[in-house]
């Protein structure tokens, strides 16, 4: 068997405040790259970009979760990510031949002039989240969806409509606008199983709307998400092994849209994760969502030596 180079993955590692025609880029710049002159770990400071990747606006899956499950070695489709499968088999829930899993998370829409966006509104309780429970699972087993708890304001799902779906990963969309997912061309044009699930949203809005969770919320949950369909790969024995490790921890920090909060997290991650791992030889994927750098190590030549005397190297220009 081949043993390929580890991998470590960086989720929402990329902030959207370095885009070109971003209103506040300077200052962005200026943050991270004071942020990079400060650090001193050597490792990080060789690092080089090796490639770069863009996934196009259509994209269902994040770029950190189809990178996930390549490195893995698994042959998945975008927006067939078997996420919700894998928390299932860790939580050791077993469903039907017939079944496919899902997530189904309470989210809040902000609608305001047509638009439409999403975010994830925390915190919420586990009394919430039961509430809640209680209130969908009537919907939900009159459409044949099986419910399990699984985090709070979160649930694992599993039904013959999620067999064979693709959806919309909700890292894609958390903190975006979400109407040209809402709005397809024609209602002909979805399938049976995207009319059976745009149903049920508009009866969990409708529900959630007027539920008494919310009388005492600050942000309301006022509908769900769909996420994380698709199949578990069949158990082959790989070609290649390959280390991968996926950290998620800079969420929060991302959807701030503030670099006075991003990058002081980003720092923490660079000297506890991302520099020991370039240390030790490995690749770095940093992500956004729909964007990815990926980053080595590179041996300190004299002529690396020179250039990085005759021009300091810029965090920005790294990750762009």
Same mark, same amino acid.
């Given at each position: ?98 079944h496919g899993w899902a997530f189904i998370d309470a989210v809040h829409w902000h609608i305001s002039q047509g638009q439409v966006n999403l975010s994830l509104p925390t915190p919420i309780t586990p009394d919430e989240t039961e ?5 969908? #699972?009537?919907?939900?087993? @009159?459409?044949?969806?099986?419910? $399990? +708890?699984?985090?709070?304001? /979160?649930?694992? =799902?599993?039904? %013959? ?38 149903? #049920?949203?508009?009866?969990? @809005?409708?529900?959630?709307?007027? $539920? +008494?969770?919310?009388?005492? /919320?600050?942000? =309301?949950?006022? %509908? ?50 991302? +520099?020991?791992?370039?240390? /030790? ?40």
């Amino acid at each position: 068997m081949t043993v390929a180079t580890p991998l470590t993955i960086v989720a929402f590692a990329l902030p959207a405040g370095l885009a070109t025609d971003h209103p506040d880029r300077g200052h962005w710049q200026q943050t991270l790259n004071h942020c990079f002159v400060n650090t001193q770990t050597q490792p990080w400071r060789q690092a080089q970009r090796k490639s770069t990747l863009e996934l196009p606006d259509t994209a269902m899956s994040a770029c950190h979760e189809m990178a996930w499950a390549q490195a893995l070695g698994w042959h998945v489709s975008d927006g067939q990510i078997p996420l919700a499968a894998v928390a299932a088999q860790d939580h050791d829930l077993h469903c039907p031949a017939g079944h496919g899993w899902a997530f189904i998370d309470a989210v809040h829409w902000h609608i305001s002039q047509g638009q439409v966006n999403l975010s994830l509104p925390t915190p919420i309780t586990p009394d919430e989240t039961e509430a809640l429970r209680r209130a969908m #699972l009537p919907y939900l087993t @009159q459409d044949g969806i099986e419910l $399990h +708890a699984y985090l709070p304001g /979160r649930w694992l =799902a599993h039904a %013959s409509v999620f067999k064979h779906l693709s959806s919309v990963s909700l890292d894609r969309v958390d903190g975006q606008r979400i109407d040209h997912w809402l709005q397809p061309s024609s209602i002909a044009a979805q399938t049976q199983a995207q009319r059976m699930l745009r149903r #049920l949203q508009n009866e969990m @809005q409708m529900l959630f709307y007027t $539920h +008494a969770i919310n009388d005492h /919320r600050t942000v =309301a949950l006022n %509908s769900v998400w769909f996420s994380g369909t698709g199949d578990l790969p069949k158990v082959n024995t790989p070609t290649v092994k390959r280390d991968v490790v996926l950290h998620q921890g800079l969420r929060q920090a991302w959807l701030s849209h503030n670099p006075e909060v991003f990058v002081p997290a980003f720092t923490a991650v660079l000297q506890d994760t991302i +520099a020991p791992a370039l240390a /030790r030889q490995e690749q770095v994927l940093l992500c956004e969502p729909t964007r990815s750098v990926l980053l080595e190590n590179a041996p300190l030549g004299l002529r690396f030596k020179f250039q990085q005397w005759l021009r300091p190297p810029k965090l920005s220009d790294l990750l762009l």
